[in-house]
């Protein structure tokens, strides 16, 4: 079992940026893939970012992509999330997720590959 907290989230204006982090107990954090996930009032969960094992593969969704980077030290047992230029519709409770995985250069974007997950920090953008 690994336990994932969350942690950085707060009240943030339009433009601004985060940076999020999870850390992780109770096992090494370097044996699994990681992701972040976001969940807005009224919507399903949906991805936002994952990072392989190694830390050399990292995939985006698009709504993301060239705003926000995921990134690990596996030496701390942690993983972040850098978010910039900080839009309105970027407001979400944020998940980070954790999957036990064998490759090395791997990553998961789909949110029923994960076996855990920590329990969200809160980010609201406002305009």
């Known amino acids: 079992q690994v336990q994932l907290v969350e942690s950085g989230g707060g009240l943030v204006q339009a433009g601004g940026s985060l940076r999020l982090s999870c850390a992780a107990s109770?096992?090494?954090?370097?044996?699994?893939?990681m992701g972040w996930f976001r969940q807005a009032p009224g919507t399903e969960r949906e991805f936002v970012a994952a990072?392989?094992?190694?830390?050399?593969?990292?995939d985006y969704a698009a709504s993301v992509n060239g705003r926000f980077t995921i990134s690990r030290d596996n030496a701390k047992n942690t993983v972040y999330l850098q978010m910039s230029s900080l839009k309105p519709e970027d407001t979400a409770s944020y998940y980070c997720?954790?999957?036990?995985?064998?490759?090395?250069?791997?990553?998961?974007?789909?949110?029923?590959?994960?076996?855990?997950w920590g329990r969200g920090t809160q980010v609201t953008v406002s305009s």
């Open positions: 997720a954790a999957d036990y995985i064998l490759s090395n250069m791997n990553t998961r974007t789909q949110e029923h590959e994960y076996d855990f």
């Open positions: 109770g096992r090494t954090l370097s044996s699994y893939a």
């Open positions: 990072i392989s094992r190694s830390g050399g593969r990292t």
